[in-house]
């Protein structure tokens, strides 16, 4: 069953880490690459806990997810609940931080569980916190089928073009080039993939693990600078 309830904790009560770490200032986000960011109470929320709980790299992953998401889904004309996507781009990589890393589960399952509490918290209904944990935990999918719900198929579009530049070829130039300004790479080829190395020697039987000898070499060769 994609999505448990009651929520499976990261190693301790998610609730409590989320309230923690996240209490710092929201950076000024606003508007980017003709791109919007919602500034509702659990975008903002999920923005917080992202910061406070990444890395500069993984925080800047996260947040480039949701613009390539974004343009990738004008381009395609493709309508979509932002507010959803916005939260699952942003938290998609929390299980690999050191806060809610877990020793057995899955990191997409980590973070899936963690964005299905946060909003839990700000009252979204059961569907659509079923749809943003299900969008979450099938990033990592090694295919998915083109009736997937939007929200689903617009996620993992936008960690792909991130982590090794698919479709990036469609998107406008400069757009990319204000994501990157805005969040650099930050050593995202060199960092990213140890991370994913970890994941998978400590849990073999992971998407993590299948994918990851042909995904290190599609994010060297991913067409960004450092």
């Not at 929390?94 to 909003?119: I, K, N, Q, W």
């Not at 079923?130 to 099938?138: F, P, T």
């Amino acid at each position: 069953m994609i999505f448990p309830t009651p929520w499976e904790s990261a190693g301790g009560d998610v609730a409590d880490q989320a309230q923690r770490l996240a209490a710092r200032t929201r950076p000024e986000l606003g508007r980017l690459a003709e791109v919007w960011v919602p500034d509702s109470a659990a975008a903002v929320e999920a923005e917080r806990l992202a910061r406070a709980a990444s890395s500069p790299m993984l925080y800047g992953h996260a947040l480039r997810s949701y613009f390539y998401a974004a343009l990738l889904a004008a381009a395609d004309g493709m309508h979509y609940d932002q507010e959803l996507l916005y939260v699952g781009c942003v938290l998609h990589d929390l299980g690999l931080t050191p806060s809610f890393d877990h020793p057995v589960r899955a990191f997409e399952r980590v973070s899936a569980d963690a964005c299905a509490e946060l909003v839990e918290r700000h009252d979204w209904a059961l569907a659509r916190r079923y749809r943003l944990h299900r969008a979450v935990v099938l990033h990592m999918a090694p295919t998915l089928p083109p009736a997937e719900e939007n929200e689903v198929l617009l996620l993992e579009a936008g960690v792909a073009c991130d982590v090794t530049g698919t479709r990036s070829q469609e998107l406008d130039d400069q757009a990319i080039q204000e994501l990157l300004t805005r969040y650099p790479r930050a050593g995202f080829k060199r960092d990213f993939p140890q991370l994913l190395r970890s994941e998978a020697a400590r849990k073999p039987l992971t998407h993590t693990a299948l994918l990851l000898r042909g995904l290190e070499e599609r994010i060297a060769t991913a067409p960004f600078p450092e």
